[in-house]
């Protein structure tokens, strides 16, 4: 048994994943209207469009790639044509373009933090740990597409579904390198933190905004 092992990858991801929902329901109940994006658009525009544009793009599209490559078993792929090695090439591309930009733009986003006065000014320690948070972790899953080469399909996949089916097998998690346990150990700590950051707004998307009616506004003869 090795401990530090059990540590990382059965002790830590429950103990992120109980203060992720508790942390969530807390805040929701004790700071509902703090419970938001924090936007400083009115504040700059400019960089925070290609920033957040790029960012929000790669990590929506690399959060989908996780759930479904991850979670959904290689023979379900296997099943429909997709092998080992064809899952492995299409993770590898999609990684470079959807982890790319999710990672060029929270290095974006967090430069214009540092280097717009008013938006420095407005910065809470908070802010800055949520953005060095997301650089880290995605800086370190994109290193792991371009130099890791690591084949994950029967390591760290099994592994992840092995958390989530509560039948934890740390065992799994003991060949792989260490980037990618840096990597994994580093998302987790965001996720438990995240609860008591901004990014609390990922979980009030406006889906409603789409398919509601237009909102039509007209203006009173007296402010003409
Ligand atoms: C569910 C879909 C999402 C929507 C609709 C959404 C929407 C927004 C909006 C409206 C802002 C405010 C931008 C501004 O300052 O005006 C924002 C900022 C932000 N979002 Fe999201 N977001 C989503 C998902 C995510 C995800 C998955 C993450 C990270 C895991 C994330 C991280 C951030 C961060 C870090 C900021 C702050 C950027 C900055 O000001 O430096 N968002 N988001």
Redesign the pocket.
């Given at each position: 048994m090795n401990i530090a092992n059990n540590l990382a990858f059965v002790v830590f991801p429950y103990l992120m994943l109980t203060v992720f929902v508790v942390g969530h329901i807390y805040r929701y109940v004790t700071d509902s209207l703090g419970w938001n994006?924090?936007?400083?658009?009115f504040l700059e525009k400019k960089q925070?469009f290609y920033?957040?544009t790029i960012?929000?793009w790669g990590?929506?599209l690399t959060?989908l790639g996780h759930a479904g490559g991850l979670l959904i078993p290689q023979k379900v792929f296997d099943a429909v044509g997709i092998n080992g090695d064809t899952h492995t090439m299409i993770a590898y591309y999609t990684g470079w373009l959807a982890g790319g930009a999710a990672f060029a733009g929270?290095v974006l986003?967090?430069i214009?933090?540092v280097t717009r006065r008013r938006?420095k000014a407005t910065s809470l320690v908070n802010?800055y740990v949520?953005?060095i948070g997301?650089v880290i972790v995605t800086g370190l899953g994109f290193y792991n597409v371009v130099f890791g080469h690591f084949y994950v399909l029967d390591s760290v996949a099994p592994w992840i579904r092995s958390i989530v089916t509560f039948l934890p097998k740390p065992e799994l998690m003991l060949g792989v390198p260490l980037s990618y346990k840096v990597h994994i150990v580093s998302a987790l700590a965001l996720l438990g933190f995240?609860p008591f950051s901004?990014?609390v707004?990922?979980w009030s998307?406006?889906f409603t905004y789409f398919p509601r009616r237009w909102i039509l506004f007209r203006r009173s003869v007296a402010d003409l």
């Open positions: 994006a924090r936007s400083s658009e925070l920033g957040a960012f929000h990590i929506l959060l929270s986003l967090l214009r933090r938006i802010d949520t953005l997301l995240s901004r990014l707004h990922i998307a406006p």
